[in-house]
T-cell receptor, first 113, second 114 residues
């Protein structure tokens, strides 16, 4: 069985400061992991994905995430927040094979000037 | 089309009526997903189609919900005898091969049951 826990429902940062959105997962197999972003009144967009290649994954808009198997974590980071990063972020896990995508509850990122 | 297309974009229906929501996936994508997004509830998995395999219906909340995918392409989600708690945004996504390939989401259908 697969599951994902996003540890914070809301994260507030100031523009120009680092962003950390935390995600822990549970998987019976070697999972694929994704981060999606949803801007207000917009569709879901893939930020980055991990599929058993390099453990440090770089995505769009300066975001990256590190897969840590020992910690079952896949935290999303960005060195310097921008106002346009304000959105809801979803961590997603898939067990593999004939397996659906399981979404976390989401983390709302708020960026203040 | 270039992306996943869902119709209608908005639907208001009376309690007890049946509704059909349509999803046109990206051409050639074998996997198709339906999710429901309610305020403060995240994305709730409903059903998953992968190629010619039997669909994973484990997320359907009741027997009032059903979905089909014709010819491995277009999918229709049907909700019978709608209830107010069915009000949500229904999202469809498709991916090339499922599990480790990117899922592309449509803009969703906002269903309001009055």
């Amino acid at each position: 069985a697969q599951s994902v826990t996003q540890l914070d429902s809301h994260v507030s940062v100031s523009e120009g400061t680092p962003v950390l959105l935390r995600c822990n997962y549970s998987s019976s197999y070697s999972p694929s992991l994704f981060w999606y972003v949803q801007h207000p009144n917009k569709g879901l967009q893939l930020l980055l994905k991990y599929t058993s290649a390099a453990t440090l994954v770089k995505g769009i808009n300066g975001f990256e995430a590190e897969f840590k198997k020992s910690e079952t974590s896949f935290h999303l980071t960005k060195p310097s927040a921008h106002m346009s990063d304000a959105a809801e972020y979803f961590c997603v896990v898939s067990d593999g094979g004939y397996s659906t995508l399981t979404f976390g509850k989401g983390t709302m990122l708020l960026v203040s000037p | 089309g270039a992306g996943v297309s869902q119709s209608p974009s908005n639907k208001v229906t009376e309690k007890g009526k049946d509704v059909e929501l349509r999803c046109d996936p990206i051409s050639g994508h074998t996997a198709l997903y339906w999710y429901r997004q309610s305020l403060g509830q995240g994305l709730e998995f409903l059903i998953y189609f992968q190629g010619n395999s039997a669909p994973d219906k484990s997320g359907l909340p009741s027997d009032r919900f059903s979905a089909e995918r014709t010819g491995g392409s277009v999918s229709t989600l049907t909700i019978q005898r709608t209830q107010q708690e069915d009000s949500a945004v229904y999202l469809c996504a498709s991916s090339l091969k499922g599990w480790n390939t990117e899922a592309f989401f449509g803009q969703g259908t906002r269903l309001t049951v009055v």
